[in-house]
Structures are given as structure tokens and as C-alpha cells.
């Protein structure tokens, strides 16, 4: 009997309307627009002005039931992968929950920073490969601008707002789906990027607040050079051991940190510009949202092919680092 397959048969994506510009930064902080493109290939972001984290991973939600015209009541698991929760506890998974009307679906939070998408993407494939549940929500959600130090040019610049979903169901033939998977882990990297108050080890007084230990600290080049690396050798690493070439990949759905660490990861596995989803440009890094928010704007645009073979690749905090390798199947609404 061949194995059951976990594919994504719904997708959806939430960004507020606020926008905040690299000239809207120039004014805050000693940058400049040309450093940020530059630098990071970012122009501006999106902020969340009133509410949380399940703000955006309701509206994102809400968006990919109505395309897949099923009830909330049908869904078995919800996984919310978030850096920002609505508070420590209950989980984020829980308020969703409640606020989307998922009354026989239980969930939880994931903790793994940028790379919390494929983590819990994984983790989500695994419920439905064992035949335990058949309808999981996939959500990547952060509202970075609730833990950004606005006078910190390091990385005020770096981050935006938003959430993304998809919907996980065993795939109707087994060659669709996702295929395989690399997910890593290298607790040393905790030195380079981190939040250090408000949990258990500094609980929040007001020498954390004096201190600024509420707010991201990254060691930008640390990250970088261990982005650079870790996010294009996990990217080889895949098609490699899939026995494919960049020839065979359609689309490597990259997370959105810097462009620069982007084009490295696509030249690594001999991938055109043209097959890399990109739009750092229009949200900057919204952490665990990156990947499911571009595999819902390529979907929408017509751009994603039943039977294309893509690559979702991240690097982030921890360090935390992976691939995934899905065989496509949920097709387009436009024609291209
Ligand atoms: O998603 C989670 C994982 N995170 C990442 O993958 C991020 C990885 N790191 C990066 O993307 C890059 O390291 C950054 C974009 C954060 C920084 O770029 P960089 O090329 O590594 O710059 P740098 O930190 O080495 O700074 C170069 C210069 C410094 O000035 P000096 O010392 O050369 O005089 C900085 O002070 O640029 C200065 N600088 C800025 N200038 C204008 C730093 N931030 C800014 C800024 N505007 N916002």
C-alpha cells in the first residue's frame, strides 16, 4: 500500500493596510532608503496598528476556509508557529480557536522563530501521514513591530507584520504532496539573536524595561553568515538527496530576511531569479509568515502549477534552519 500524503489543498494571507516606508524610517531613525534596499532589498513593511498576533491569523484563516468552502467546525488540529503570541498562555492556537469556530479542533504554539512555517508544516504532515487527523491549519503569524526597538536601526529596519495559512489533507494520489523534508537545529546560534526578558529566566521589572531586554538584539553578520551557509546547503541538500537538479525545481519559496541571503540560496542550487518567489521588497521579514504568505500571493496570481516541484527553505533564530520539498497540487485559479 503506497503512503499516505500530507498536501496543502488551501492557502490564505493576511497583511494590515498600514504601511511603513524606508522614508517613513529615515525619519525615525540615522538610515537611509538606500542602505535598507541596498542592504536588505526591503522598501517598506507592513504594522499592525490595533490588535495581535490572532488578528492576523484569523483574518488569513477565515480567508483560506472561504476558498476552500469548508466550516471551521471541520478542522481537526490548528498549529500556530509565532515568535509573538497574544500572551505567554493560553496559546495563540487556542484564542484562534475560539475566535474562528473550530469547536472539535484542538492546537498549539511553535516556537522556532523564522523557520516556525516548515517546523510546524512538518509537524502538521506528520498527524495526517499517520491517518490520526484529516484537515490541519498551518498558520505562520508575527507581529515583529510588538517586540522592535523603534531607536534601533539594526533591526527596526529588518521586520514587518503579517500571517499566513494553509490547509493540510491527505493528498488523493500519492505522488502529490509534501515529499521530504531536512529541519535543523543549533542551539550556539541563541547567542546571536534573541529577546532575553519577559520569560523565565528575566521576568519583566522594570531594570528589563529600563534595559530594553523586552526587544529583539540580533548580531546581524553572525546571522547573516550562518544564513548564507545554512540556508543554501539545506536547499541542496533536498533536491540532492530527491535525485533532482535545480532544472526540475519550479519555484524555491524562500524565507524573507534579506535578498541578499536569497540570491545566494537560489545560486547554490543553480535556480534563475525568475523561479524564486520574492517580496521582501513589499513586507520585509515577517518571521514564521514569510513562506505561507508567498505560496498564497503566487497561488492567487496564477503562478502556481498543479505538478510543479518547489522548495520552501528558511534560516532563523535559535538557529533554526530547514527545507521541504512538496510535489504541488493545488492549482491556480487563474490560468497562465
Ligand atoms: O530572519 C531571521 C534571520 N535574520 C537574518 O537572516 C538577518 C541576517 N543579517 C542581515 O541580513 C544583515 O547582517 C543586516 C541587513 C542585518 C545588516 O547588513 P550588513 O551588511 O551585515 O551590515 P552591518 O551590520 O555589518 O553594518 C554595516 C554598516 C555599519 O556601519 P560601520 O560600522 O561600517 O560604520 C552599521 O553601523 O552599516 C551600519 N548600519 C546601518 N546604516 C544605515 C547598520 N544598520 C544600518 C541602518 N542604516 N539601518
Known amino acids: 500500500m503506497s503512503k499516505r500524503r500530507a498536501t496543502i489543498t488551501a492557502v490564505g494571507h493576511y497583511v494590515p493596510e498600514k504601511v511603513l516606508t524606508n522614508l517613513d524610517l529615515e525619519k525615525m531613525v540615522d538610515t537611509n532608503d538606500e542602505w535598507i534596499r541596498t542592504r536588505t ?17 484569523v483574518k488569513a484563516i477565515e480567508r483560506l476556509l472561504e476558498r476552500r468552502k469548508i466550516e471551521a467546525s471541520e478542522i481537526d488540529l490548528i498549529i500556530v508557529a509565532t515568535v509573538t503570541p497574544d500572551m505567554f498562555f493560553p496559546a495563540t492556537a487556542c484564542i484562534v480557536q475560539e475566535r ?26 506528520q498527524f495526517i501521514e499517520s ?7 498551518v498558520v505562520g503569524a508575527d507581529k515583529m513591530s510588538s517586540i522592535l526597538d523603534y531607536t534601533d536601526r539594526n533591526t527596526c529596519i529588518l521586520f514587518g507584520d503579517g500571517g499566513a495559512a494553509v490547509l493540510l489533507e491527505p493528498s488523493e494520489a500519492p505522488e502529490f504532496g509534501i515529499i521530504d523534508h ?35 538584539y540580533q548580531d546581524g553578520k553572525s546571522v547573516f553568515k550562518g544564513a548564507i551557509k545554512g540556508m ?31 540570491d545566494a540560496t537560489a545560486d547554490r542550487m543553480g535556480l534563475d531569479r525568475s523561479k524564486v518567489m520574492i517580496n521582501i521588497d513589499r513586507y520585509g521579514n515577517t518571521t514564521a509568515a514569510t513562506i505561507p504568505l508567498c505560496l498564497s500571493e503566487w497561488w492567487e496570481a ?11 527553505a528558511s534560516f532563523g533564530a535559535g538557529y533554526t534552519w530547514g527545507a521541504v520539498l512538496i510535489n504541488w497540487s493545488l492549482e491556480s485559479p487563474k490560468g497562465s
Open 302 to 312: 496564477g503562478k502556481l502549477r498543479r505538478g510543479q516541484k518547489i522548495v520552501l
Open 131 to 137: 491517518g490520526a487527523y484529516s484537515k490541519v491549519l
Open 41 to 57: 532589498g526591503i522598501r517598506e513593511r507592513r504594522i499592525l496598528e490595533q490588535g495581535a498576533t490572532s488578528d492576523l491569523c
Open 100 to 125: 474562528i469556530g473550530a469547536t472539535k479542533a484542538w492546537g498549539y504554539d511553535l516556537s522556532a522563530a523564522c523557520s516556525g512555517f516548515l517546523y510546524a508544516l512538518v509537524a502538521g504532515s
Open 232 to 262: 543554501a546547503d539545506v536547499s541542496l541538500e533536498i533536491i540532492e538527496r530527491n535525485n533532482l537538479t535545480g532544472q526540475d525545481i519550479a519555484w524555491l519559496v524562500p524565507h524573507q530576511a534579506n535578498l541578499r541571503i536569497i
Open 182 to 216: 531536512r529541519l535543523y537545529a543549533d542551539g550556539s546560534g541563541g547567542a546571536y539573536l534573541y529577546m532575553k526578558g519577559g520569560g523565565s529566566l528575566n521576568p519583566a521589572t522594570h531594570e528589563t524595561v529600563d534595559k530594553r531586554m523586552h526587544y529583539i
